[in-house]
């Protein structure tokens, strides 16, 4: 009786060891974190308000719609440091950006660090991988390279320069590349200040060319007895134009700007050339009587897609500014006139030789 007690009590006594050991399973710790310090290359500074976004992978490299709430962001404080306390465990990648310096998770096509992506030439200099794993901390530094900038000034060849207007550097893409094929083509964009210059950063190295959109639109809003709203011309006169560097109307004519690794390039300007645009304009009548609220458009001859579009003024009144010289079709909407069973169209052809056209107009006739 005496042994069988005290095998009784050591089974307990070890029952109790063995239970003090094990945390139970609500108590166990699930997830990791991730810290570390962010620093630009150029001078080896901090990377002070740089983002860091922590980015879910899949196995094989790609980036995983299952994980997405995994996705996190913050910011490096001044010292370039940056944490993410909370993290489900798995496979990550950090991407660090700042203006004026490379985007890396954007220029890259994957985000594998593999050998097949080193040989593309892929830098990850900020775009690491890392694993988070449960109760423990990984620590990433991660470092920013400058990226290339684009400067130069916008003005009109009649005098003065455009301000708050948008300039675009677009990246040329290799059309004898089938890898390019179906990819978004990279840019960037900013505006001209008070005083028409421009500077554009977080260039990759490539070829690019310069442009700039010029709109025009003069129109307000009404509410229709329905409830929808309406666009209602204020003026007449409107335009939508594309100029390339340093200031041609073609892109086969625009200037191609090399662009290498950290490159600051200045002196890129355009020239808008207003004086060799010119206007259409015109009347839209109906049965010899002016009419309004008519829908306009006008497209080159020969093109199948409208530049731009009006609406006629209450006089029937439309015009269409800054177009270079050339052959344009002009073509009037009016859906379902009084008298009519089906929306009536009339086009015109138009061809500006040096001069603005003030008599297109078009007769929209009542068909029964």
Request: net charge negative; aromatic share 4%.
């Amino acid at each position: 009786m005496r042994l069988a007690k005290m095998s009784r009590e050591r089974v307990l006594s070890l029952l109790v060891l063995l239970l003090s050991g094990v945390a139970p399973i609500s108590g166990q710790v699930r997830t990791g974190s991730v810290t570390g310090t962010v620093t630009c290359s150029d001078g080896n500074f901090p990377a002070r308000g740089a983002s860091v976004k922590l980015i879910p992978v899949d196995p094989n490299g790609s980036s995983s719609d299952s994980r997405a709430q995994d996705s996190q962001s913050t910011k490096t404080d001044f010292s370039g440091e940056f944490q993410f306390s909370t993290v489900n465990p798995g496979e990550y990648v950090l991407d660090a950006t700042l203006q004026g310096y490379r985007d890396e998770q954007r220029s890259s096509t994957i985000l594998s660090t593999d050998t097949k992506d080193k040989d593309k030439g892929h830098d990850h200099a900020a775009l690491s991988h890392v694993n988070v794993k449960p109760g423990i901390t990984a620590q990433r530094d991660l470092i920013l390279r400058r990226a290339a900038s684009i400067s130069g000034q916008i003005s009109v060849d009649l005098g003065g320069v455009l301000i708050g207007m948008p300039v675009i550097a677009e990246k040329i893409q290799n059309e004898f590349d089938s890898t390019q094929v179906g990819k978004p083509k990279f840019s960037e964009s900013t505006m001209t200040d008070d005083r028409g210059d421009y500077r554009i950063s977080g260039l990759e190295p490539g070829k690019y060319m310069i442009s700039i959109l010029v709109r025009e639109a003069f129109f307000g809003v009404a509410s229709l007895d329905s409830g929808t709203l309406s666009p209602v011309p204020q003026r007449p006169g409107t335009a939508d134009l594309e100029v390339f560097a340093p200031g041609v109307l073609e892109q086969s004519s625009a200037k191609v700007i090399d662009v290498g690794d950290a490159d600051d390039l200045s002196g890129e300007n355009i020239s808008i050339p207003v004086s060799k645009l010119h206007s259409i304009s015109g009347t839209i009548f109906r049965d010899g009587q002016p009419v309004g609220g008519v829908a306009v458009s006008v497209r080159h001859e020969g093109g199948t897609s409208p530049l731009h579009g009006a609406i006629s003024m209450p006089n029937g009144s439309y015009r269409f500014d800054l177009l270079p010289e050339g052959s344009y079709v002009i073509t009037s909407t009016i859906p379902n006139l009084p008298g009519s069973t089906v929306p009536q169209n009339e086009s015109m052809n138009v061809r500006i030789t040096g001069s603005d056209i003030l008599d297109a107009n078009i007769d929209l006739r009542t068909f029964k």
